[in-house]
């Protein structure tokens, strides 16, 4: 469990590979918007600090984080990419639906990592406040955008 100021996000890019020849995309969930957005940009300031040139990243918008798994797969299809990040939120509320959706998203994207030669990085907050999303999409606890990234470069080389 992250302590109240703990910034999780530092990396050491002396120890990370050099993304200049990567190609990467993000699938972004325009649900939660403010948030969504803090960890792609999160995410595309990592890359580039670590080498990656902006004419190799695509991005798309879904509509939420249901819709991340379509259209992360369908990204591999048309772009093969090196690796995908999947960027979205979701944030209890008073019904069932925060778990259906938390479920499909991290059973979808698990699924896509099975079934392709392409890693697809799982940055979905699952958070029970606005707070709390807030706190870790560049707040108190960093940004989790930021370590996809890092764990994107990482995954896109692994074994090679």
């Known amino acids: 469990m992250a302590t109240e100021n703990k910034n999780l996000s530092v990396y050491d890019k002396t120890t990370i590979p ?5 190609r990467f995309g993000i699938v ?3 649900w939660n918007g403010k948030i969504t957005e803090g960890l792609y940009n999160g995410a ?8 990656a040139v902006v004419e190799n990243i695509i ?5 939420g984080s249901f819709e991340l798994t379509y259209g992360a797969k369908k990204m591999i ?3 093969e990419p090196d690796a ?28 896509l990592n099975v079934k392709y030669n392409t890693p ?7 958070d029970n406040t606005m707070q709390q999303a807030i706190d ?25």
């Open 120 to 126: 697809v990085i799982f940055c979905v907050l699952t």
């Open 28 to 30: 972004v969930s325009e």
């Open 44 to 51: 595309l300031s990592a890359l580039l600090d670590c080498g």
């Open 18 to 22: 050099n993304a200049k020849n990567l």
């Open 136 to 160: 870790r999409s560049g707040g108190k606890h960093g940004n989790k955008g930021t370590e996809a990234a890092i764990a994107a470069i990482q995954m896109a080389v692994l074994g090679n």
């Open 59 to 63: 991005r798309w918008d879904v509509p």
């Open 84 to 111: 995908i990040i999947v960027i979205g939120s979701v944030i209890q509320g008073e019904t069932k639906h925060f778990d259906f959706v938390c479920s499909a998203a991290a059973q979808g994207i698990k699924d």
């Open 77 to 79: 299809l048309k772009h």
